[in-house]
């Protein structure tokens, strides 16, 4: 068993039966549905505007860009302009197919040795569809819930949710945001587990926050198809947030504080970890740099004047030394008769 992800796991079940506890048996309905929503959104914009700021203070001067293909150098070579792209719009598209499609996790390839002793490399297809399907479908949860802080729902929201649950099953209708989420979660956690190269780099911080989005997911989908939860004191609650005027309605449930309480720990922890890709990935310089090496000279602009001493001064110091321990030199001493007809001249 591996302690890392139980170690997540634990904490993820306590922070689950902190905040049941805390609402179904000592009634703190004003801490967990007011208090700690504002505090995690305070956190959540604080260091989120810390990071970013602190990766735009970071120097680069020079481009460390990542490169899938030839570089422009001369006229009869085809360069890979999207892969190796020499200017400001190669790096854009670049970077839009990555952040869009996924692109370079697309061209992943996985090394593995066979029982055969022979090399193989596997395209990771399966872990760029689920990571796409993830990350899409934790965006359309996202945008989905908007209905929850604006009255009247906009109209974007409202043709999301339509197209979100166009394969109506029952009522309430399913909307299949929230089922790919999970199911995305449980795969990527499960290929943490079962792939021993994965497992073996795996950190508790790698785990943690797949428990909290499948604790995220799986009370919304309890509270949608299950355990019942009054959707209009919900609301009321969520616009008194966004208006500055907190109420606690009654009859919402502690399964819902549960679910806002995981959330509020998402944001809050969002800052601090590896989640904040979703910020870092513009700063990143090895993709938004152009890999124009070959056509622009990048000097260090924090350079300043060294004395240097060369391999020339070096041997003209150490020269008869070097000679006599016979190391070879690039240039031989001039015979002492030389010098002294040289010196009575």
């Not at 945001?177 to 956690?189: C, E, K, N, P, T």
């Not at 989640?275 to 700063?283: A, S, T």
């Not at 924090?302 to 190391?327: C, S």
């Amino acid at each position: 068993m591996n302690a890392n992800y139980m170690y997540s796991l634990i904490a993820v079940i306590i922070l689950l039966l902190l905040a049941y506890v805390g609402v179904a048996g000592m009634h703190l309905e004003v801490l967990f549905g007011v208090i700690i929503p504002y505090a995690a959104i305070a956190i959540f914009i604080g260091g989120f505007i810390y990071k970013v700021v602190d990766w735009a203070k970071s120097p680069v001067p020079f481009p460390i860009t990542t490169t899938a293909g030839q570089q422009a150098s001369l006229p009869m070579v085809s360069p890979a302009l999207i892969d190796n792209p020499k200017n400001k719009t190669g790096v854009v598209i670049r970077m839009l197919l990555d952040i869009l499609l996924f692109r370079s996790l697309f061209r992943n390839t996985r090394f593995e040795v066979r029982d055969t002793n022979k090399f193989s490399y596997e395209l990771e297809k399966w872990l760029w569809l689920f990571a796409l399907i993830f990350h899409y479908a934790f965006l359309t949860v996202v945008v989905r819930h908007l209905r929850f802080f604006t009255e009247p729902v906009l109209l974007p929201v409202q043709l999301l949710e339509k197209l979100d649950s166009f394969f109506q099953v029952g009522l309430p209708v399913l909307y299949l945001s929230g089922v790919a989420l999970l199911a995305a979660s449980i795969y990527l956690f499960l290929r943490r587990v079962f792939i021993p190269q994965m497992r073996y780099i795996s950190l508790p911080a790698d785990y943690f926050p797949l428990f909290l989005i499948m604790g995220i997911a799986g009370s919304g989908l309890l509270m949608r198809y299950f355990a019942k939860v009054d959707i209009v004191s919900a609301k009321e609650l969520t616009m008194g947030l966004v208006t500055l005027r907190p109420t606690i309605p009654e009859g919402i449930g502690a399964i819902f504080y549960v679910h806002l309480f995981l959330v509020c720990v998402l944001l809050a922890y969002f800052p601090f970890s590896k989640l904040m890709h979703l910020g870092g990935i513009f700063f990143s310089p090895t993709r938004n740099m152009p890999g124009n090496n070959r056509e622009v000279r990048h000097a260090n602009p924090w350079n300043y004047p060294v004395k240097i001493h060369t391999y020339e001064d070096y041997e003209d110091e150490f020269r008869e030394k070097m000679i006599e321990a016979g190391l070879p030199v690039e240039k031989m001493p001039e015979p002492k008769e030389n010098l002294e007809e040289g010196k009575k001249e």
